[in-house]
Structures are given as structure tokens and as C-alpha cells.
């Protein structure tokens, strides 16, 4: 149980494009989703946490109309990379967490590569 | 600040050696850790956290306070047991996970 997935697992998109990655928990009710990325090599940094029907809090340095978050339900949340350049290619992984997980568990989706050319 | 280092980017061993993970921790209050796993081409796992003081797969963490380390122990590696160990803190009412740089553990035959 407890299984996060994500769409697309992997997406090439040209500079200035935007791109959508869905995060979706398949069999239990996410109140939370994170959104994180992470560089070759390097840790995941968190980006934002998203509460069902609230606004997504950023996490420093996040710039907030560039990676839209919307948590519409208690199942999805996507994160748009707007106007994407290649510095943004980056791994990016959701995880959620809901009241069946208990308080602080977290469930990882298997990421999405994001290449921007 | 809230911090969680991980001194080593690669611990190599031989199996059935003995494997300790480092993991210290700053945090101002009473966090709650964590040890993810990430096995090759997998998605992060939860192998443990401090408050079940369980073993899994062999492996041991025990919050030490004074210290403020969460190290994780395994008494004789196995060749599977090659992954990127990931520790990681969170606290009461603090809504999200802050990760450690990562440790990447290789047991060789």
C-alpha cells in the first residue's frame, strides 16, 4: 500500500516551453505532497509543500511563478516548470503523506527527468 | 538552523564487514529521523525512523541526543545492501524533511 506515482517519468521539452508533472497517490488520500528536486549526485532539496486545497508553500529561493504547484484534490498535485531553460533540467520527485501513512511518513514517487534543450 | 550531515559521500566494504552510516543532526527541539534508502533505478524508500527503534533488513539506528547523531549500523553488510542511504529529520508540527547530502554504501563480494 501507500504507492506514489508520477507522469511522466521522463519528458524533453525546448527552451522556453512549459511542462506539467503529475504527482498522484494510487491508494490513499494525500492531505500532503511535497515537490523536490534533485542534481546529479546531490540530495533532494525540497521545493514546496502543498496542502490539498491551499496554496503551496515555496521554500526559499523557489521562485513561485515559475514552479507552479496545485493540490486540487487529495489524490493529485502538479507542478508546472513555466517558461523552462536548460537550468532547469533537473530530476524531480514527489512524495506524500496522508492520515492512513501516519504523522510523518512520506511516500516517494520514482521521480521525472526533466531535459530542457 | 535545522541540519542533517552526512560526513561521508561513499563508504566502501566487504561483505559480511561491518557497516556504520554516519548521520548528525542540528535541530533546536525534539526532531523525529528518519534513514530513506535509495537502491539502483528505485524510488526512495523509508528504511527506518527513530521512533519504532526497530531493525530492518539488519540495520540499526539509535537517536543518541547528546551527540545529536542518528547513525546507522548493520552488523555484517551484504552485497544487496549496496544503495545510497539518505538520513533525514523532521519535528513535531515542522511539515516537511530536511535530508542529509547522502551516503552511498558499496559492498563488494
Known amino acids: 500500500g501507500a504507492v506514489v506515482s508520477q507522469h511522466p517519468s521522463w519528458v524533453i521539452c525546448k527552451s522556453g516551453t512549459s511542462v506539467k508533472i503529475e504527482c498522484r497517490s494510487l491508494?490513499?488520500?494525500?492531505?500532503?505532497m511535497f515537490w523536490y528536486r534533485q542534481f546529479p549526485k546531490q540530495s533532494l532539496m525540497l521545493m514546496a509543500t502543498s496542502n490539498e486545497g491551499s496554496k503551496a508553500t515555496y521554500e526559499q529561493g523557489v521562485e513561485k511563478d515559475k514552479f507552479l504547484i496545485n493540490h486540487a484534490s487529495l489524490t493529485l498535485s502538479t507542478l508546472t516548470v513555466t517558461s523552462a531553460h536548460p537550468e532547469d533540467s533537473s530530476f524531480y520527485i514527489c512524495?506524500?503523506?496522508?492520515?492512513?501513512?501516519?504523522?510523518?511518513?512520506?511516500?516517494f514517487g520514482p521521480g521525472t527527468r526533466l531535459t530542457v534543450t | 538552523a535545522q541540519r542533517v550531515t552526512q560526513p561521508e559521500k561513499l563508504l566502501s566494504v566487504f561483505k559480511g564487514a561491518p557497516v556504520e552510516l554516519k548521520c548528525n543532526y542540528s535541530?533546536?527541539?525534539?526532531?523525529?529521523l528518519f534513514w530513506y534508502v535509495q537502491y539502483s533505478r528505485q524510488r526512495l524508500q523509508l528504511l527506518l525512523r527513530h521512533i519504532s527503534r526497530e531493525s530492518i533488513k539488519g540495520f540499526t539506528a539509535d537517536l543518541n541526543k547528546g551527540e545529536t547523531s542518528f547513525h546507522l549500523k548493520k552488523p555484517f553488510a551484504q552485497e544487496e545492501d549496496s544503495a545510497m542511504y539518505y538520513c533525514a529529520l523532521s519535528g513535531r508540527g515542522y511539515n516537511k524533511l530536511i535530508f542529509g547530502a547522502g551516503t552511498r554504501l558499496a559492498v563488494h563480494p
Open positions: 491508494d490513499f488520500q494525500a492531505t500532503t
Open positions: 512524495s506524500a503523506r496522508g492520515s492512513r501513512t501516519g504523522s510523518y511518513e512520506q511516500y
Open positions: 535541530y533546536s527541539g525534539s526532531p523525529e
